[in-house]
């Protein structure tokens, strides 16, 4: 089993929808990180938390420590906001544990 | 703003070279890593680095090797370049352990 799991794999939607996507993990962390990945570029970080909801523009991350689940949505999405979104968490070396990322694809 | 560069953006090589992959951070950052990205993969770690000088294998180290002689530079090597080693590779460095990681724009190599 993978230590994070991401959900959905693909995800198409209309523009103007409302998005969420999951993020589940098995292990202790320290912080939880949600990174953005445009087509052919390279990796942004959106959010790090390690409790309660953090918010940046139209996007909104939140986590629960007790389920150990994440979740990124996106507010009146964009086709710009076409990316792969990736959950990453924090281990006990300090290094991330990386999921294997949802793919969004917002159509006009 | 933090910038992470890597060497090349495309690089195609023949079976069998050495290559040397670059990354340079212009924040003095302590840590830094070098990630390789396949479909339906993920991201893996390959090496990391706590510091000058210093190297730690990742998840995936074999057929791959480091250098970290200065704190801005950390370069990965491919003894001799095979084709399983078809991807992109990433790197990546943060200030401190639990700090945000900041990535390079990433390298697509190809080995042919």
């Known amino acids: 089993k993978n230590e994070v799991e991401q959900s959905p794999q693909n995800l198409t939607a209309q523009e103007g929808e409302f998005i969420t996507i999951n993020c589940s993990y098995s292990?202790?962390?320290?912080?939880l990180h949600w990174l953005q990945q445009h087509p052919g570029g390279g990796i942004v970080s959106l959010f790090m938390?390690?409790?309660g909801k953090k918010k940046h523009g139209r996007l909104i991350a939140t986590i629960n420590i007790q389920e150990k689940h994440s979740s990124l949505h996106i507010t009146a999405s964009h086709p710009r906001d076409s990316a792969v979104y990736i959950c990453a968490v924090g281990g006990s070396q300090g290094n991330l544990i990386f999921g294997k990322g949802t793919k969004l694809s917002v159509k006009p | 703003d933090v910038k992470v560069t890597q060497s090349s953006r495309y690089l195609v090589k023949r079976t069998g070279e050495k290559v040397f992959l670059e990354c340079v951070q212009d924040?003095?950052?302590?840590?830094m890593f070098w990630y390789r990205q396949d479909p339906g993969l993920g991201l893996r770690l390959i090496y990391f680095?706590?510091?000058?000088?210093?190297?730690e294998k990742g998840d995936i180290p074999e057929g791959y090797s480091v250098s970290r002689e200065k704190k801005e530079r950390f370069s990965l090597i491919l003894e001799s370049a095979s084709t399983n080693q078809t991807s992109m590779y990433l790197c990546?460095?943060?200030?401190?352990?639990?700090?945000?990681?900041?990535f390079g724009p990433g390298t697509r190599l190809t080995v042919t």
């Open positions: 938390l390690s409790s």
């Open positions: 292990v202790g962390i320290s912080a």
């Open positions: 924040m003095d950052h302590e840590n």
């Open positions: 990546a460095s943060r200030v401190a352990t639990g700090a945000e990681q900041y």
């Open positions: 680095s706590y510091d000058v000088k210093m190297k």
